[in-house]
C-alpha cells in the first residue's frame, strides 16, 4: 500500500503543472514520470538484494555493494570504455562495468577469506579500504584524463535526468531478481560456509559465482543509468530480517518491495524539500541509511520465525 502511495506521489510531483493547457501530460508521464519512477523502484529493489546476497556470501550482516568495492569498480570499467571507445551504446558499457565490478568483487572475495570473522565489524572496514583504494585510483584516472564531470554523474545517485530510452536496461533488474528467486535455497547454503554447504551438495564455488555475477550485474545497471545509491544494501535486508527471520525465499519479495519503496521515497523527498530544486535521491538516502546502520548496531534481535 506504501509503495502504491509513493508511486502515486511521483507521478504527480514535478515542475510541470500536468493541468495546465499547454501541457502534453500524456507525454510528460510517458516521456519522464513513468521511466522516472519505474527507474527509482528498480534500482532499490536491485541494490537491496543484491546486498542480501552479498551478506550470505560473505557470512556478514554488516556488507553491502558498496563496502565491497563494487560501485568503484563499476566506474573504473565505465571510465575505462569512455575513454576508449567514448561512442559505444548503453548496453556495451553496461557489460564493461559489469565485467570491472566483477572483477573488482572478486578481489574483496578473495580478502574476506583471510579477514578473521571474530568481529563482524573488521570486514566492512576492510572492504571501506579497499573501495577506497579502487576509488582514488579511478578518480586519478579521471582528473588525469580531465573526466571528473563523468566522475562526478557517477557518484550522484539522482534521476532527474531519467527520461524515456535512458532507463530501459534497469529492466535487467527484474529478470536478475526471478534467477535469484529460483536459486534462493541454494545462495542461503553460503551463509553456512564452504565446508558446511559442500556437506549438503552444493557445488560452493558456482553458487558463489553466480550471486557475484547477479551483483554485478545490478550494480553496473544501476551505476550506468543513475549513479551510486549507498545503505540500500546494508539496512533492507537487515531490516526484513529483523521483522521476518532468515528465510530468503519468502523474504525476497519483501527486500525488493521495501527496497523499491524507500528509494522511490527519498527520490519524492528530494524533490519537494527545496521546490522546485531537486536533492539527489542517493543524498536523501545516505542520511536515513547513516541512522539505520546505526540503529542496527545497536538495537537489540528479537527472535523471529521463519
Known amino acids: 500500500m506504501g509503495l502504491v502511495l509513493l508511486v502515486g506521489a511521483s507521478l504527480s510531483i514535478g515542475v510541470a503543472d500536468l493541468w495546465a493547457a499547454d501541457i502534453d501530460a500524456g507525454l510528460v508521464m510517458a516521456v519522464s514520470r513513468v521511466p522516472r519512477t519505474v527507474a527509482a523502484v528498480l534500482a532499490g529493489a536491485g541494490l537491496a538484494l543484491a546486498g542480501v546476497v552479498v551478506q550470505l556470501s560473505v557470512q556478514n550482516r554488516l556488507v553491502e555493494p558498496s563496502l565491497t568495492g563494487t560501485p568503484e569498480a563499476a566506474m573504473l570499467g565505465l571510465l575505462g570504455i569512455t575513454l576508449f571507445a567514448p561512442g559505444s551504446a548503453l548496453l556495451v558499457k553496461m557489460g564493461v562495468a559489469a565485467a570491472a565490478a566483477l572483477v573488482g568483487t572478486t578481489g574483496f572475495f578473495v580478502l574476506a ?53 535512458r532507463y530501459e536496461v534497469l529492466w535487467l533488474i527484474a529478470g536478475l531478481a526471478g534467477l535469484l528467486w529460483l536459486v534462493a535455497d541454494r545462495i542461503t547454503l553460503l551463509s553456512l560456509g564452504e565446508s558446511h554447504a559442500r556437506s549438503l551438495g552444493l557445488d560452493y564455488r558456482a553458487t558463489r559465482l553466480l550471486g557475484l555475477v547477479i551483483v554485478s550485474l545490478v550494480v553496473a545497471a544501476v551505476v550506468v543509468t543513475v549513479g551510486t545509491l549507498p545503505f540500500v544494501g546494508l539496512v533492507v535486508p537487515n531490516i526484513v530480517s529483523r521483522l521476518r527471520g532468515d528465510n530468503l525465499r519468502t523474504n525476497l519479495p519483501f527486500i525488493a518491495g521495501l527496497g523499491g519503496a524507500l528509494i522511490l ?29 546505526l540503529w542496527l548496531l545497536n538495537a537489540p534481535r528479537r527472535p523471529a520465525h521463519g
Do not use: C, H, K, N
Open 113 to 165: 577469506t583471510r579477514v578473521p570473522q571474530r568481529d563482524p565489524i573488521l570486514l566492512p572496514l576492510v572492504g571501506l579500504i579497499y573501495g577506497g583504494i579502487l576509488g582514488a585510483a579511478t578518480l586519478w584516472l579521471a582528473w588525469a584524463t580531465d573526466l571528473v564531470q563523468y566522475l562526478g554523474t557517477w557518484t550522484s545517485g539522482e534521476f532527474s535526468g531519467v527520461l524515456r530510452g
Open 265 to 293: 521515497a527519498a527520490d519524492v523527498l528530494g524533490r519537494v524539500v527545496r521546490y522546485p530544486y531537486e536533492i539527489p535521491a542517493g543524498t536523501v538516502f545516505s542520511v536515513f541509511g547513516a541512522a539505520a546502520f
